[in-house]
């Protein structure tokens, strides 16, 4: 019998979501622990009376209230679900088959997929040795193939960040017509202020893109809002072929609502900020080359012991993300839930 499917996605992994297990603490998904903002519940609820119409496809209000916070242009923003749609809205704007799509590797697990899925060619540049961007190296990597480079800062699930010297230094070896994606999916959490903002260098730079989610500091991951900035004409193309009403009306509703609220936003994330600096020299004391971090987990580099300890953090009701032969994510949950993992890595590591 003929195939009905592409052969080239069987070798292709599935994207393996954080695991929830009834009872346990789930600290698997990069979820912020607090619940949703003032104001958002209400703005569904109300949302929810008109639900049998369709919603504005074009996201006027959200893309205005996005525009007016972080001073762009309403033209250079769209939005989708979540900012993992975006990418692979961007790769099929820019990619053909055979393009080649460049990125780093551990990084983002969707960024396989995304590729294969747009019949572009993966190239995967290996991360340093300290869990991080080898920029020089992906500059190197492009070829006239290249279609598509996208950079995660902080890096997801590593951790990692990229500071504003070694980032201006990979654009300008960046050919003009490459379109260069920064995945900033964290960026509410970063401190360290070598970290650029990735809204200020694309005003500068006309081949940069930036994605941004209010899935993690925002409060919305149930609801998958995204949105990017992006050259007028680049966002315009992505508009063009975003599915049809994607974005719902109780997600505009609701992301109109977390915006209002950016207060109360900060400090939640400054809250995770003071429970990651925490963790993080403790895990040290554990396991000695665990990485700096600027998001809202920490990257612990067990290798093959990955599963090993999921399993043990599991048996004592943690839940958390393993990549067998790199290394295990941990969610910054609440001090409690903290309090609880550290006991349990402490167990599994002596």
């Not at 009834?22 to 008109?50: D, M, T, W």
């Not at 869990?131 to 800062?153: E, F, G, K, S, Y």
């Not at 950016?262 to 994330?269: I, L, N």
Request: with cysteine; proline share 7%; glycine share 6%.
């Amino acid at each position: 019998m003929s195939r009905l499917t592409r052969a080239d996605l069987d070798a292709l992994p599935n994207y393996v979501p954080g695991r929830s297990v009834p009872g346990a603490i789930k600290l698997a998904s990069n979820e912020v622990p607090y619940g949703p903002l003032p104001g958002v519940i209400e703005a569904i609820a109300e949302a929810a009376a008109g639900v049998h119409r369709y919603p504005d496809m074009g996201v006027v209000a959200l893309r205005e209230a996005l525009a007016e916070r972080y001073g762009v242009d309403p033209d250079r923003i769209a939005t989708g679900c979540g900012s993992v749609a975006l990418a692979e809205h961007l790769a099929r704007v820019a990619c053909l088959p055979g393009d080649e799509i460049l990125y780093s590797w551990r990084s983002f697990e969707a960024y396989p997929i995304i590729a294969a899925t747009t019949a572009a060619a993966s190239v995967q540049v290996a991360n340093t040795a300290d869990h991080a961007h080898d920029l020089p190296a992906m500059a190197a990597a492009i070829t006239d193939r290249t279609r598509l480079v996208l950079v995660c800062n902080p890096n997801n699930p590593t951790g990692t960040a990229i500071r504003r010297a070694e980032l201006a230094a990979f654009l300008d070896a960046v050919p003009e017509n490459v379109l260069v994606v920064l995945d900033e999916a964290y960026r509410e959490f970063v401190t360290d202020t070598d970290v650029p903002d990735g809204l200020e260098i694309a005003g500068d730079r006309p081949n940069v893109v930036v994605l941004r989610t209010l899935s993690k500091a925002w409060g919305l991951a149930g609801l998958r809002i995204g949105f990017l900035v992006a050259p007028p004409e680049v966002a315009a193309a992505v508009r063009k072929i975003v599915t049809p009403f994607s974005t719902s009306s109780a997600a505009q509703a609701a992301a109109l609502a977390a915006l209002a609220q950016g207060e109360e936003m900060q400090r939640r994330a400054d809250q995770v900020v003071a429970e990651r600096e925490r963790l993080l020299p403790a895990l040290r004391k554990l396991l000695a080359d665990v990485p700096e971090s600027q998001a809202n987990f920490v990257w612990l580099p067990l290798g093959d012991r990955s599963l090993e300890f999921a399993a043990a953090c599991e048996q004592a009701g943690v839940i958390v993300r393993p990549f067998q032969g790199d290394g295990v994510r941990v969610t910054v949950g609440t001090p409690e839930e903290n309090d609880t993992f550290l006991a349990a890595a402490a167990a599994a590591l002596s």
